[in-house]
């Protein structure tokens, strides 16, 4: 269970607004993510198809267009902090990714197949939920 969702949560100084934009984020990664390993995935199969390419990229589009708007809506209640400087660095590494991914050729390249970006961003997002925890005083 989510350790964040099970506390009694005082609004004081916006904690709710700041607890929601972190919960939203949250939600929006673990939709986005997996559906870009699935695209990246798809386009390292050399059985692949057009179809299935452009399927597996729309899935990721689609989640990344909601992504977006939870990280804006992060950053807009986080302000200049550097719980809001880490949660960009993870967004924007992970979309630096995304691109590579985009632009390689199919099949994609070995050494872009092997990348785990789940992995690359553990422990920074281990990090970020600790930060926030400690802002909270949670």
Known sequence: MNSLLTVNLVNRNGQAKLLAAYQELRERLAEWLPAEVEYAEIKSRRSSTREK??????????????????AADFQSAWGDSEVSDLAGAIFYHVVDWCDEIEEAPFPLPADLKRRDILEEISEASTDLHLMICEELSM
């Open 53 to 70: 390419i452009e399927k597996g990229k729309s899935d990721a589009v689609n989640k990344l267009a909601w992504a977006i708007g939870a």
